[in-house]
Each structure stands twice: as structure tokens, then as C-alpha cells.
């Protein structure tokens, strides 16, 4: 008997986190669910044709420890998660796998064992690590024929890329108006200090100096306060991940949840 689990191996998420990082986590722990739910049954399979009704056995000594084995503790039961099936894919390639696979589909391995261990200790994933995780998946997936499963992987990337670079080119839209918008500021605040200092200097003659220099002072003072970084204002618009609208550049509806609780 074997079951596949949900990959809820770490649930809490620290509230630390940017919420573009959680992001990138969430990104990474489903792509990771649909890896076990492709390689398991192909792990499994490989197994029995090697090792028959003792694959069991044979799957549970790729593990150096007893709390890194999979299952319930029952000889009859095996319960493969993302690390139990490529632990056991690693560990099992030269009895099992080589005879199908190469060594690229290897190194591919290797690679995810390593995303999956940061992954799971919750170690910071920037757009190119999940980007290259969904990837080396969608080349795994492909290569033991599971197409259905490789079609969702590259539908998760072709979402992670548009997401990544409408935001940048709307930010830089942002920034590029905001700028526009400055210097025509700081354009007005030059003509009307220009304006309001002539008049007082035809005005008051000699007098008017001293309050003409504190006019510019205060006009100078303006002007390098405007041209001082200011966020990205961003207008409304949809979040990519709960699809509500939003104001501001974090979602305040996705909220920090539980992978646990979402498996459930």
C-alpha cells in the first residue's frame, strides 16, 4: 500500500518574510506537489520491476535515518512525498534508474534534492532559483513521460515569467511618470521663485534682499525635497495570485497562510 502525500512537510511560513518571497515559496511548494504526483508512481513502478515485493524494503534502506522514512512505520505501507521520491530516486539510480535515464536526468536530481531541502527550511528564493526549479521539474517530468503533469509545470513558469516582468515594466512605468511629473514640478517652483523675487526687487529696491535670499532659500529647500526618491505609487490593479483588485504593491488578501492548512 502507498499513498502520495501533500508536500506539507513545513508548514509555517516566518512573518518575516517580503511577500514576494512567499511568492516564490508557494511557487516552488506546488511545483513540487506535481513532482510527486508524476515521478511517484514512476519511482514506484521502477521499483517493483527491479526488486518485485521487496521494493518496499529496498525504498526504506535509501534512508540513513529512521525519521527521514516515509509512511506510517508499517512494513505494507510507503507514503511518498518530493523528499522520499528523490531520495530514493538518488540513492536507488544505479540498481533502477540508469538503465532508462542519463546523466542529465541525474544531475536534474540532484539539483531538486537541493531546491527541496531549502525549500523546506525555508531559505530565500529569489525569481531565478524558482524559475529553475520549475524548469529542471518540467525537464524531469518530460523525460519519464509525464506530459500532463510537465504541461501544468510549464503553465506555472509561463505565469511566474509575466508576473516577474509586467511588474517590473509597470514599475518602471510608474517610476518614469513620477519622474516626468517632478521635473515639471520643480520647473514651476524655479519660475515662480524667479517671478516672486523679481517683483519684490522692483518693489522694495535695497530693502528687498534679505527677504528675496530667504524666498530662495525656501524655493531651493522645495525643490530638493521633491527631487528626493519617493516610492512607486501603484494604481489599482489585479493580483496575480487571488485575482482581487488591489492598491497598494503587496496583496493585503493573500495573507500569510499555512501550506498545511491549504493541503488539508
Known amino acids: ?17 517580503e511577500q514576494q518571497g512567499e511568492l516564490h515559496w508557494d511557487y516552488v511548494g506546488d ?22 515485493d521487496q521494493w518496499i524494503r529496498q525504498a526504506r534502506a535509501s534512508f540513513r535515518r529512521p525519521r527521514e522514512q516515509s509512511g506510517s512505520g508499517r512494513q505494507e505501507e510507503f507514503t511518498w512525498d518530493a523528499h522520499s521520491t528523490l531520495t530514493v530516486m538518488w540513492d536507488q539510480w544505479n540498481a533502477v534508474f540508469r538503465q532508462h535515464l542519463g546523466h542529465y536526468e541525474r544531475s536534474l536530481v540532484s539539483e531538486l534534492r537541493e531546491f527541496r531541502n531549502r525549500w523546506a527550511h525555508q531559505r530565500q528564493l ?30 506555472r513558469k509561463q505565469e511566474l515569467l509575466e508576473r516577474e ?70 494604481g489599482p490593479r489585479e493580483c496575480r495570485k487571488c485575482f482581487r483588485i488591489i492598491y497598494t504593491p503587496d496583496c493585503p488578501y493573500c495573507g500569510r497562510t499555512r501550506r498545511g492548512e491549504v493541503s488539508a
Open 1 to 17: 500500500m502507498t499513498t502520495v502525500a501533500p508536500n506539507n512537510e513545513t508548514a509555517d511560513i516566518p512573518h518575516s518574510e
Open 126 to 155: 529569489n525569481f531565478d532559483d524558482t524559475y529553475r526549479v520549475l524548469d529542471s521539474i518540467e525537464r524531469l517530468l518530460s523525460a519519464i513521460g509525464c506530459d500532463t503533469e510537465a504541461r501544468m509545470i510549464y503553465e
Open 165 to 234: 516582468f509586467s511588474d517590473k515594466i509597470n514599475e518602471r512605468q510608474m517610476q518614469a511618470h513620477n519622474n516626468r511629473n517632478k521635473w515639471w514640478t520643480v520647473g514651476i517652483y524655479i519660475v515662480c521663485c524667479a517671478a516672486i523675487v523679481l517683483q519684490m526687487m522692483l518693489a522694495w529696491s535695497s530693502s528687498g534682499y534679505l527677504i528675496a535670499g530667504f524666498v530662495v532659500l525656501v524655493f531651493i529647500y522645495l525643490i530638493y525635497q521633491r527631487l528626493q526618491y519617493e516610492p512607486v505609487v501603484y
Open 31 to 52: 511545483a513540487l506537489d506535481v513532482l510527486t504526483a508524476g515521478l511517484a508512481p514512476y519511482v514506484e513502478s521502477q521499483l517493483k520491476t527491479v526488486f518485485g
